[in-house]
């Protein structure tokens, strides 16, 4: 479990739940260098004074508000804090609003609330009255310094606490060129096709099956190019880019569903459980990689 954030409480009306807060997203990010191409030695990142161009320490640097040119005013994590503290120890409940009401736009990062000592009932009794009513809470909240806009949903056995971007930070869509609401122009025949097409392809949402192919594709061919000597080949652009689809209006779409859908009908059926077993030594062999540079990316990939 990550380190707790801060432990503070959910308050509405006079009601007060201790809660710690917990980050709920983590980085798999590939980690790269600035390196010099000349001699691809790594480029190194200084903090300097910019009167004496001395490098300075981490512990010698602090925060700095320039009220005047040149003229600074230190301010430390204790004058954050003290500026307001219990804007920065408490998600203050403003209001609650119909969940289906806020759109997805507005969502920006998820964290977990997990209830306090002493603090249990007050949370099922948030959760239970967030989930039978449909509503979410709006609060406010301030997380490193800054304060944002969240949402507290409820989620299993937890309450989801997700900040907002606020109203401001939501860029017009009043230039966008988007077709009328309705059917505009869509057949009745086209529409059936296309949601017999969504039902054959609905499943239950499993998050665990969709992985960072980008990723992987990518340390792929990074370990390629390790295992050929190629490690200092500065690839060069190929100045190919990609076909652009045709436009709307030249595709039949009555043609492109049906043809979907007959895809999807001679679709191969899964295999048999012994199919399966009697395969599982080849294939695990084929996944080993003789890099030790990742165990989650294959050298060789198969071509498109």
Known sequence: M???LWKGAISFGLVHIPVALYPATQSERLSFDM???????????????????????????????????????????EDFKQANVEATQTVDIVAFVDAASVA????????????????????????EVLRRTGKIGIANVVIRSRQHLAALIPLERMLLMNTLRFSNEIRSMSDLNLPEAGMNGLTEKEMAMAERLVEDMTEDWNPEQYKDTYTNDLMARIEARIKSGETHTITPESGDEAEPRRGAEVIDLVSLLRRSLDKKDKAPEPAREEDTVSKQPKRAAARKSPSRLSKKAAPERKRA
């Open 2 to 4: 990550p380190r707790v």
């Open 35 to 77: 390196i010099d191409k000349r001699d691809f030695s790594p480029i190194g990142y200084r903090k300097v004074n910019k009167r004496t161009g001395e490098e300075v320490s981490s512990d010698d640097i602090v925060k700095g508000y320039q009220y005047e040119k040149g003229d600074y005013v230190v301010v430390t994590n």
């Open 104 to 127: 997805p736009y507005y969502f920006d990062t998820p964290y977990y609330l997990e209830p306090g000592k002493r603090g249990e009932k007050g949370y099922t009794l948030l959760r």
